[in-house]
């Protein structure tokens, strides 16, 4: 009996075990069925909505010109205007999602995109059609920042590039589903029932919409940045739960100032976004969007006309198999991820795009397909660039989430999301225009081979500057805990 109390009055002097702060919470909680909830409720139920369409709107770009009888800059701005309302949905998200929660933006995107995915088919004059579409491509842009920045948030450091890999696995198999249902519909893509299609894609979102609503979770990182503790120690007492960790503790360790970039207006994140601090790696990372948007849109748009001209299988069967191989090589990143860091998978990503477009420019120049080496390299080059492209987003993305702090993520991501999509509105027409002028698809493919080199210098400098800056110590793109805003109290 003595020796019992003996050791209880040892146990109640020993020191209590110290407070994790979040972003050790975050990793002490691991991950599991909580993380992988959101994941599939989340981003990857957005990337695979938006895959989807911006697939869709440049496979029926022929049989919608067709129906309107529509000349080639009036094609080209159907996929230009879905273009520019996923950029203002974007735009809108960053803000949304740093004020008012990761979750109502990918509630209220997958509404707005199930939406007008039935509007849109049953519009039946060109200016009506243009302006639903707008309004399409904003429903697909504000779940695209917060969903990526919701489950980085809460997922440990060593499985976030995974996570980022399923988001891209999806996107592709949004596009390859698509594909599949095209083809299957009218092989050569001239006469494809376009309307079936949009009500086809409206139902996954709707569902998706419901689904998220009862069973999305908030983000709790992003609720104890804004001083939520009662809330963010809920959340996370859930993840505890589920992924089964019942002796952690969840309450964590308040940093000692709360961030308050989150009561800045719009104008004041935008100036800590380019400033000092970020504005070198915002600057490059944009200019990186750009090229990786120009490459898979600009490739989006114009494989499905050229295929009609040089592939020797029908146009929806080469767009299948393209969307098939893109799934491949999107899991083949799993792999890819537990070797290279994401300044890697970026700048391989790109080297990767431009040797698929310098492949498709030389091999797409005859159909004789005859020779296996001239075979090859012309299936290289037509279905390797949309997979080479999600290897540079998939990095991108990771790299834009972990480089700002809590209450400005999805804003700065949004930054570059949306700056990216200039790049992507712009391409239906660069292709239209350089196809004209030169008379020649391949010059549009020649020009994203110079770009996606130079974004590779462009990069490599960045990171060698921020290096120099810092003398070889860790900076600002590698320091999870300054970036999440959740910094140790002394």
């Given at each position: 009996m003595l020796l019992d109390m003996e050791t209880d009055l040892k146990?109640?002097?020993?020191?209590?075990?110290?407070?994790?702060?979040?972003?050790?919470?975050?990793?002490?909680?691991?991950?599991?069925?909580?993380?992988?909830?959101v994941l599939v409720l989340g981003p990857v139920g957005v990337h695979f909505c938006d895959g989807a369409e911006l697939s869709l709107v440049n496979i029926v770009a022929m049989c919608t010109a067709a129906e309107f009888g529509l000349n080639a800059s009036e094609k080209a701005s159907l996929s230009v205007v879905s273009l520019l309302g996923f950029m203002l949905g974007t735009c809108m998200s960053g803000y949304l999602g740093d004020h008012m929660g990761r979750k109502l933006p990918i509630v209220l995107g997958y509404a707005v995109t199930s939406l007008f995915g039935f509007v849109c088919a049953a519009c039946h004059q060109y200016?009506?059609?243009?302006?639903?579409?707008?309004?399409?491509?904003?429903?697909?842009?504000?779940?695209?920042?917060?969903?990526?920045?919701?489950?980085?948030?809460?997922?440990?450091?060593?499985?976030?590039?995974?996570?980022?890999?399923?988001?891209m696995v999806a996107f592709a198999c949004g596009g390859c589903f698509v594909a599949f249902l095209a083809a299957f519909n009218d092989a050569t893509l001239v006469h494809l029932q376009w309307r079936y299609l949009f009500v086809a894609l409206a139902v996954p979102p709707a569902v998706l919409c419901v689904l998220s609503c009862i069973f999305l979770p908030e983000s709790p990182v992003w609720l104890a940045s804004i001083g939520e503790r009662s809330a963010a120690e809920h959340g996370f007492e859930k993840i505890k739960c589920k992924n089964g960790f019942p002796a952690c503790d969840t309450q964590y360790l308040a940093p000692e100032k709360i961030d308050s970039s989150s009561d800045l207006c719009i104008w004041s994140q935008l100036r800590l976004i380019f400033s000092s601090r970020y504005g070198l790696a915002t600057c490059t990372y944009l200019f990186v969007a750009l090229v990786l948007n120009l490459?898979?849109?600009?490739?989006?748009?114009?494989?499905?006309?050229?295929?009609?001209?040089?592939?020797?299988?029908?146009?929806?069967?080469?767009?299948?198999?393209?969307?098939?191989?893109?799934?491949?090589?999107?899991?083949?990143?799993?792999?890819?991820?537990?070797?290279?860091?994401?300044?890697?998978?970026?700048?391989?990503?790109?080297?990767?795009?431009?040797?698929?477009?310098?492949?498709?420019?030389?091999?797409?120049?005859?159909?004789?397909?005859?020779?296996?080496?001239?075979a090859l390299i012309f299936q290289f080059g037509t279905n390797f660039t949309t997979g080479a492209a999600n290897w540079g987003f998939a990095a991108l993305y990771?790299?834009?989430?972990?480089?700002?702090?809590?209450?400005?993520?999805?804003?700065?991501?949004?930054?570059?999301?949306?700056?990216?999509?200039?790049a992507a509105i712009s391409a239906p027409m660069i292709v239209e225009m350089m196809w004209k002028v030169t008379g020649s698809w391949q010059s549009f493919y020649y020009y994203v081979v110079i770009a996606a080199f130079l974004a590779v210098f462009v990069s490599y400098m960045m990171q060698r500057s921020l290096a120099d800056a810092s003398d070889g110590e860790s900076t600002i793109l590698s320091s999870p805990e300054t970036t999440y805003g959740v910094c140790r109290s002394a």
């Open positions: 146990r109640d002097a020993a020191p209590k075990r110290a407070r994790m702060n979040v972003l050790e919470l975050v990793e002490a909680l691991g991950c599991g069925p909580a993380q992988l909830q200016g009506t059609l243009l302006c639903f579409r707008l309004c399409l491509g904003c429903g697909m842009g504000l779940g695209f920042g917060p969903g990526i920045a919701l489950v980085s948030e809460i997922t440990p450091i060593a499985w976030r590039m995974k996570m980022r890999v399923c988001q490459l898979i849109f600009g490739d989006q748009y114009a494989a499905p006309q050229i295929l009609t001209k040089i592939s020797t299988l029908e146009a929806g069967w080469q767009c299948l198999v393209k969307g098939i191989i893109t799934v491949a090589i999107n899991v083949m990143l799993f792999v890819v991820a537990e070797f290279f860091s994401p300044s890697t998978i970026l700048a391989l990503g790109l080297i990767m795009g431009a040797s698929a477009c310098l492949c498709l420019s030389i091999a797409g120049s005859t159909t004789d397909r005859s020779n296996f080496f001239h990771q790299l834009c989430v972990e480089l700002y702090t809590t209450t400005i993520r999805t804003s700065g991501t949004a930054v570059v999301i949306a700056g990216g999509r200039l």
